[in-house]
């Protein structure tokens, strides 16, 4: 089982440090933001480059190096939106009387070029793989996506802990489109298909006779997932979830309650 558990034990550390660190910077104060970015696009592009290189080697080395890499390049576009630099073309709080459809027209205003950087995003990747041994930066940067747009949705929609800590104080506008709600419908639908996925994912990691950058791309990949599915569940149990990042967060960050959030009726 060690041949499993480098790798997942790597999965879980990046994905960890990664997002500590992005917090880290997002709450940084404003004046350090664009040095921060022009780091992190500096990252970007070494990212990309790296996908590059690293679809045509189908080896460990060339999976962690795409699964690491892809990580990286969302990393870029969460820090891109969390410090304002690219969101949407209407990045205000809504008027507490707007429900329904137009509410939920509202929060993509605030996002909008944020969602199409990450399809640009996804694109650029597809075009360095396709028709490369190795993927696994295409499947890691698609895993990010999808259950970021479903965690997004959960909190749109209601759920009991809304983590309201991890914005930033210049993003305290979207605390209106977040939705304190005991569940919603969605929330059953994406943990079980996150779940379904994951255990897919591990026994095809599981499987016998395959080679080596395989299972170690589908061991990090199975754990991705299984993180993502776990930080569903951190939106609905009374689990202490900011602290595992308490180390990146300001105190006042941590101690910050979920009242600014509006219920849903």
């Known amino acids: 089982m060690g041949s499993y558990a480098a790798p997942a034990v790597y999965a879980v550390l990046l994905w960890w440090f990664s997002t500590g660190l992005i917090l880290l910077l997002d709450h940084l104060p404003r004046r350090t933001h664009r040095w921060s970015m022009a780091g992190g696009t500096l990252v970007l592009a070494a990212s990309l480059f790296a996908i ?8 460990e080395a060339g999976a962690y190096t795409a699964f690491t890499a892809a990580l990286l390049v969302w990393g870029w576009q969460e820090m891109s939106y969390y410090m304002g630099f690219v969101s949407g073309p209407r990045p205000v709080a809504c008027a507490p009387s707007v429900r329904g459809l137009d509410r939920f027209l509202a929060a993509l205003a605030t996002s909008l070029w944020h969602e199409f950087a990450i399809v640009l995003g996804g694109l650029a990747i597809l075009v360095m793989v396709w028709g490369q041994p190795n993927t696994c930066a295409l499947w890691t940067y698609a895993t990010l996506v999808l259950m970021n747009l479903s965690a997004r949705l959960n909190l749109f929609l209601g759920v009991r802990n809304l983590n309201a800590e ?9 605390a209106c489109f977040l939705t304190k709600k005991p569940m919603n419908l969605l929330f059953p639908v994406s943990v079980s298909l996150g779940t379904v996925a994951t255990v897919m994912i591990g026994r095809a990691a599981l499987s016998e006779g395959i080679p080596a950058n395989d299972l170690v791309a589908l061991t990090m990949l199975a754990t991705l997932m299984g993180l993502a599915t776990l930080e569903h569940w951190f939106l609905m ?3 202490p979830s900011a602290a595992l990042w308490q180390w990146s967060l300001p105190a ?11 219920p849903q009726d």
């Open 166 to 174: 991890f914005l930033p104080d210049h993003l305290g506008y979207l």
């Open 252 to 262: 006042r960050a941590i101690d910050t309650t979920d009242t600014a959030a509006r």
């Open 52 to 59: 590059a290189r690293s679809a045509g080697d189908a080896t």
């Open 237 to 239: 149990l009374p689990l």
